[in-house]
């Protein structure tokens, strides 16, 4: 039986592996550009695409109609980004952070450093930073950028205060700084193929941090940037490719930030990445492997982003230039708000499950209601235990509304997620399927998994700024299964999965019912863990444990060490299979599964676990809701599944006589939750996100039963008063 069993476990890797591998020669369809011969990169900070019109900075304005250009992630080490920190990124293509002078505990509360001087062709605060870097455990290689150009041969031209640093080479050498002159002015900026200007970054006077001092007035700053920007155009090399950047943040708070390109490979358009794979949409990265890719050089495997490319527009018309503007203040705009909306959502909702929880515990001991009102209590109780299971996917639902364009941005979000949540409940609710107890949970699982595969499958759209999915300014990543998605994607395939194999289960079709469960983990699986599509290295492995429980359950078999042991190793097998296919794509094209693959064979492995596992340990530590609601949810489910005859899981029974799977699955949801925040970085969010939609529908079945017992109750009662 053992050897059958791992036969059949490997056989199902391997078909899933093959789903997975045969299609891991995707890449975007644009190509990097041919090197021009000379690249400029323009660098400031401060400014957003919210700043720019054409009134207020012609020159950005010019470049945004006759450039290419998208929103750009500036995320560093910490939650706000510091000149410095965005120079030292641009040199290393990763993420790297200066130390901050001042002894505030968080660093985001400490001003930002002030540009070191260059002594001798030597950053002399270079010893500092590669320290701090060290210290930071993001791997990052400072001076890979001016490593890069003298191995190739090319020199390089850095324009102070911040350009040296990001010019600098590995041992903080730079032979050609340069600073503005006292009247404002640049010297000859042609001589070398690769140079980097610094034109100032905007700090402003109310975001910046105590200690630091801000001389002029936002407005004033702006436009002087954008006169210096001017200035560098017109003495830039003829026939080299522009990039104008804002490298950080104006002060204490993140929001994103503005890249534009212009020249011989960079038209009117947007810009490209395949880092993110969103059209629009870059990061701090990108600037390094596309600088190096523009003067014809290989991008080292260390970068962190990918070359950007254009996608060309018509033609660069004033209203076509509008409509780009309009397009990248949308990005900024919903990102900024939705990152200020998403803690305090959290903390409702975390808190309202706590209060179903004891509203749940209220009613089953008949602390709430007589039993005259018992039928319209657990009627109330039903109907909102199925709304709340619907708010999670009518988060995502609710960027179908451009809600961050009204003046009231909490107000416009409620509403539009009040709207899909009153949809999707009155569907659960009133359909066929309600005449079963688990008619309404299969409903809202169907509905969250195929919205959450079709947006993963179609290129991540709604999770882009949403208030439970992926935050453009945090710069987890851009497209595929964040870990909030990821809970709710499993916590709705289980439970459909048991739903269905219930319902096949009854029939007696037992083969059925497990294939049937195969068939949507198989599709869960590749969509979650597929490169070009949810690119999660850590789902599957958590995912496939669960659903292996639910197929053996619905055939009537036990879990037995040897049958663990083989899925164990089929995950395995899978992992390792999916995540070598990806590294076997080019360094630009591979994905966190692919990048890993390659921190392992360059030892750096270990740093990555390290600061996944203290990601995790701070976010347990630190955040109330979560950490309430992690351990409530898990007990509640934990306690109904070892205390078969307690007061609560008694409602229970009448369900699991009806649904002959609904207990494997609730076990096969623990262990896939429980395994997913054990080996995600961040994973105490996915027990938490995953209960905000089980337990309300597992509520809703235990309500279920109880009303068909009170209104048998109320019904024999009637009778009985009119003998």
């Known amino acids: 039986m053992l050897r059958r069993t791992l036969a059949v476990t490997v056989a199902l890797a391997t078909v899933l592996a093959g789903f997975l591998l045969g299609a891991l020669t995707w890449a975007p369809d644009a190509t990097a550009a041919e090197p021009s011969g000379a690249v400029v990169v323009v660098g400031t900070g ?22 290419s250009s998208a929103a750009l992630s500036v995320r560093s080490v910490y ?33 930002c450093p002030a540009p070191p001087e260059v002594v001798d062709g030597v950053v002399s605060d270079w010893p500092a930073y590669e320290e701090a870097a060290a210290a930071e455990r993001f791997d990052a290689e400072l001076g890979l950028l001016g490593d890069s150009a003298a191995a190739g041969g090319l020199c390089l031209k850095a324009i102070a205060p911040w350009g040296p640093v990001g010019g600098a080479r590995s041992d903080g050498s730079i032979d050609r700084p340069v600073a503005w002159s006292s009247e404002g002015m640049l010297e000859d900026l042609n001589g070398c193929p690769v140079t980097l200007v610094d034109v100032g970054s905007l700090r402003d006077p109310d975001e910046v941090a105590e200690g630091e001092t801000v001389t002029a007035s936002r407005e004033e700053q702006l436009t ?30 993140e929001r994103l930030q503005m890249v534009v390109a212009r ?31 523009a003067v014809g050089l290989p991008v080292p495997d260390a970068v962190g982003g990918a070359p950007l490319t254009s996608e060309p527009a018509p033609d660069n018309s004033q209203g076509r230039a509008e409509d780009r503007l309009t397009h990248l203040v949308d990005y900024d705009e919903a990102s900024h708000d939705v990152h200020d909306l998403v803690e305090p959502f959290f903390t409702v909702f975390a ?109 991540s759209r709604l999770q882009l700024s949403s208030l439970m999915g992926l935050q453009p300014v945090v710069a987890g990543r ?79 078999l036990r879990m037995t060490w040897g049958r663990a042991f083989a899925v164990l190793l089929g995950v395995v097998a899978l992992f390792f299979l999916v995540a070598g296919g990806d590294w076997l794509r080019a360094p630009a094209d591979r994905s966190h599964l692919g990048r890993f693959i390659q921190a392992i064979l360059d030892g750096n492995a270990m740093d ?27 007990l509640f489910v934990i306690y109904m599944l070892a205390r078969p005859t307690s007061w609560g899981s008694r409602a229970m029974q009448r369900s699991y006589a009806q649904a002959p799977t609904l207990r494997a699955g609730l076990i096969a949801l623990l262990i896939t939750l429980t395994i997913g925040f054990l080996i995600n970085d961040s994973g105490v969010a996915i027990p938490a996100v995953g209960a905000t939609l089980a337990v309300p529908l597992i509520v809703s079945v235990a309500m279920y039963d109880l009303l068909d017992e009170a209104r048998a109750v109320a019904v024999t009662r009637s009778a009985r008063r009119r003998r």
């Open 46 to 67: 401060g400014i957003s695409w919210s700043d720019v019109s054409e009134e207020a900075t012609p020159n950005l304005w010019l470049l945004l109609r006759d450039g």
């Open 79 to 111: 939650t706000n980004t510091c000149p410095a920190d965005g120079w030292l990124g641009l040199s290393a293509g990763g993420r790297a952070a200066a130390p901050r002078p001042g002894d505030a505990p968080n660093p985001v509360e400490r001003p």
């Open 224 to 253: 002087a940037i954008d006169t210096r920007i001017g200035q560098v155009i017109d003495g830039g090399p003829n026939g080299a490719d522009y990039l104008v950047a804002s490298l950080s943040d104006a002060g204490t708070s």
């Open 263 to 293: 020249g011989p490979h960079f038209g009117p358009g947007v810009l490209v990445s395949s880092s993110t794979r969103q059209a629009g949409l870059a990061q701090a990265q990108d600037l390094t492997a596309t600088a190096l890719t």
């Open 351 to 459: 808190y309202g499950q706590l209060v179903i929880y004891l509203l749940v515990l209220l009613v089953w001991k008949g602390r709430i209601g007589s039993e005259r009102s018992r039928v319209t209590v657990l009627s109330r109780v039903r109907v909102l235990a199925v709304a709340a299971a619907s708010v999670p996917v009518s988060t995502f639902l609710a960027n179908l509304i451009p809600w961050w364009r009204f003046p009231f941005e909490m107000l416009a979000i409620v509403a539009s997620v009040g709207l899909f949540v009153a949809i999707i409940a009155t569907v659960a609710l009133r359909g066929p399927w309600r005449h079963w107890s688990l008619g309404p949970m299969a409903v809202v699982s169907a509905t969250t998994m195929v919205v959450l595969a079709v947006d993963v499958i179609t290129g």
């Open 478 to 556: 851009f497209y595929g299964m964040g870990n909030s998605t990821f809970a709710l994607f499993a916590t709705a395939t289980i439970l459909l999965s048991t739903a269905v194999s219930s319902m096949l289960v009854l029939a007696g079709r037992r083969r059925a019912a497990a294939v049937a469960v195969v068939l949507l983990g198989a599709f869960a699986v590749v969509v979650d863990g597929a490169p070009f599509w949810g690119a999660d290295g850590g789902g599957p492995p958590a995912l496939i444990p669960g659903l292996a429980y639910l197929v053996f359950a619905s055939l009537g």
């Open 608 to 634: 990555i676990v390290v600061r996944k596992g203290q990601q995790n340990l701070d976010i347990l530590l630190g955040n109330a809701p979560l950490t309430l609601l992690v351990p409530a949810a898990l």
